[in-house]
């Protein structure tokens, strides 16, 4: 291949010296590689001469048969590159967070920007973030490195349907500890829990282990039902809470250090920073 690029460029120029400055090579490189050619090809491809080179007439078949093939590989790479300029921007993100509040947010976003396509990798599991441009989550920002920004930083209320909350009066944590909770089993490391949110309440004695289930979706749902109180991150049950379908079972807040934030990861193509971007600039810090 090196020598077909030699080739080509000293065809182009009618001379080794100029195909070695384009090449960045020097002339006796250029000529080394042409003499590797013709002998590999067992003909001649240039006439060489005092003033410079002139194609023989395989030289000149030689010449067109390459500058097709170079136009056809400069067709395909730019086919490429218009291809991933269009592909879908990825986003890494919970269940939870993807149905609560991103996928609200795009119905957003693809109003003003809708020659930009966004694909959600949806996932409750700590799993590798290489395969995505962006990927949200929730933590302590400082843990993390890279370019990364605060989306909401949210407080946690205990929850439940109007119902649950006549027939299960509660005026203390100790109270609501006893009442049927329902536990949210996230596979990722860092979601605040029942015991986690009584011992910020002050309480640290038993909780009742009621219903258990791995999606925070069915979570609230289940609330919904009557079937037990919920952890309610207020950022993301604010729907709930302002359509009636969940109430505070007690009035109290717990401010958490974990942040919900976005991070933008390092081989991200440009359009995937004007989703950053906007993200960020379209959330409030509750």
């Known amino acids: 291949m090196t020598a077909l690029v030699a080739f080509e460029a000293a065809a182009r ?7 070695a400055q384009e090449l960045n090579v020097t002339p006796a490189a250029i000529s080394h590689q042409v003499k590797a050619l013709e002998t590999e090809l067992r003909c001649l491809l240039f006439r060489r001469h005092h003033r410079g080179v002139q194609l023989t007439e395989t030289g000149a078949y030689l010449l067109v048969a390459l500058q ?33 509040w991103l996928t609200p947010k795009l119905a957003q976003f693809w109003k003003s920007h809708g020659d930009i396509s966004v694909a959600q990798i949806v996932s409750d599991t700590d799993q590798s973030m290489v395969d995505c441009d962006l990927s949200i989550h929730y933590g302590n920002l400082s843990r ?16 439940g349907s109007p119902g649950f909350a006549r027939a299960h009066p509660a005026a203390t944590p100790r109270d609501l500890a006893g009442l049927p909770l329902i536990h949210f089993d996230s596979g990722n490391s860092g979601w605040t829990d029942w015991q986690d949110w009584f011992r910020f309440a002050g309480y640290d004695g038993p909780v009742k282990a009621s219903h258990r289930v791995n999606n925070y979706v069915i979570a609230l749902q289940a609330a919904c039902d009557d079937m037990g109180a919920v952890l309610g991150w207020v950022g993301l049950t604010h729907n709930y809470i ?19 934030y976005v991070k933008l990861h390092p081989h991200a193509a440009e359009r995937a920073k004007t989703v950053y971007d906007w993200l960020v600039g379209s959330s409030t810090h509750i």
């Open 13 to 19: 120029h009618e001379g080794f010296k100029s195909a």
């Open 68 to 100: 097709r093939g170079f136009e056809a590989i400069g067709e395909a790479v730019d086919q490429l590159r218009k291809r991933s300029n269009h592909a879908s921007v990825t986003i890494r993100v919970t269940t939870a967070v993807s149905s609560l």
């Open 144 to 159: 993390d490195t890279g370019t990364r920004s605060i989306l909401f930083h949210d407080r946690i209320m205990a929850l």
């Open 242 to 260: 302002a359509r009636g379908q969940l109430v505070p079972l007690l009035p109290l807040e717990v401010e958490t250090s974990e942040d919900f």
